[in-house]
């Protein structure tokens, strides 16, 4: 193995991986980016790279996912798999992935493939039509009867999915995506669509305590954020992490597993930093929140910190506490800050011990 590149590339892709440590001279350990590791534990890291005999491997030890190092930089970042491959192969050490074959066949458009080089096979709006929206299930199913009881907008529960096989579900779109199948569970896929109403991205989130509780699957190379189709650009965005918390505002983006300060652009439009709110949950105990609000703050975008008086976490409990929307939305603007008004707020807002 001609390990100064491995241990070179694993430095390049260390940019997209949250919490990244090298813990030895084989060995790092960050949070999975296929399954996004624990929601409710910001630190909890069980992604590793290590080495097997004369190559390195990934495993994460909450989804299980499984890959070979260049399978997990082909997953981060196209350009920079290539760039891997390119290297390996002048060193002649590339003995995980064949040799290039310069063949001249005529060519064959896949219109399907994803820009990270992931084949999607079928359609995804012809596969989501082999399943039932929320909305289409009797009263008394139990998954209607779980969505229901989260007091989701009723509007919303069209485009939310009984997913009854996750796992297969997904390699039907993206072959061997799962290589097992056991352990497969139902869970409510939640569309990620463009802007033109297409699907790029899915979510299932469990029903019960499956693990992880989060999965999503990414279908084309761009952000992972919900409710671009829904958006109007001309009026003030909401940013919030989980998609479901995003259904209960106006005009409401959700930016699960994405950097909350990147960026942002619909319809090839860049969205300014005063047109928009990032909305954060409120735990102001909870450290990974923290770092990401500091940064939010520097970045100079206004965000919306919690008052004291808020006892529920995010907004979807506040619902279910009795908070109606209009309410939530007028605590957001109360509570918005930019600057250094943010900075004075969040060192009261803060509640960490040290």
Not at 147 to 164: A, G, I, N, Y
Request: aromatic share 12%; charged share 30%; hydrophobic share 30%.
């Amino acid at each position: 193995m001609q390990s100064y590149i491995d241990v070179k590339y694993m430095s390049l892709i260390s940019p997209y991986l949250q919490q990244f440590k090298k813990k030895g001279d084989f060995l790092w350990n960050f949070r999975c980016p296929y399954c996004g590791d624990s929601k409710k534990n910001r630190t909890k890291a069980r992604g590793f790279v290590f080495r097997k005999k004369n190559d390195l491997f990934y495993k994460c030890h909450n989804c299980g996912v499984g890959a070979t190092l260049g399978k997990l930089i082909e997953y981060l970042d196209l350009n920079t798999y290539k760039d891997y491959i390119m290297e390996r192969y002048k060193t002649g050490s590339d003995t995980i992935t064949p040799k290039p074959e310069f063949k001249f066949n005529a060519p064959v458009f896949n219109k399907n493939k994803s820009s990270k080089g992931t084949k999607v096979v079928r359609s995804p709006e012809s596969i989501v039509k082999e399943l039932k929206s929320i909305s289409e299930l009797p009263h008394e199913h139990p998954a209607r009867k779980i969505v229901e009881q989260r007091k989701l907008p009723q509007d919303s529960l069209k485009d939310l999915f009984l997913c009854p096989e996750f796992y297969n579900f997904t390699n039907k779109l993206i072959p061997n995506k799962f290589p097992s199948l056991g352990g497969d569970h139902p869970r409510l896929l939640i569309p990620f669509r463009d802007e033109e109403g297409e699907i790029f991205a899915y979510q299932g989130r469990s029903f019960g305590n499956e693990q992880p509780k989060y999965l999503t699957i990414k279908l084309k190379d761009r952000d992972k954020i919900f409710g671009i189709d829904r958006v109007k650009k001309k009026e003030h965005i909401y940013v919030v992490e989980g998609p479901l918390d995003s259904l209960f505002l106006d005009n409401c983006i959700a930016v699960g597993g994405a950097d909350f300060n990147r960026p942002l652009s619909i319809d090839g439009s860049l969205i300014s930093n005063e047109d928009l709110t990032v909305v954060f949950d409120n735990e102001p105990r909870n450290n990974e929140i923290c770092k990401l609000i500091q940064k939010t703050i520097k970045s100079e975008r206004k965000i919306c910190l919690w008052p004291e008086s808020m006892e529920y976490k995010d907004i979807n409990d506040m619902i279910l506490g009795g908070y109606t929307k209009e309410e939530i939305e007028e605590i957001i603007k109360e509570n918005t800050y930019q600057t250094a008004s943010a900075t004075v707020r969040f060192a009261t807002w803060r509640k960490i011990n040290d």
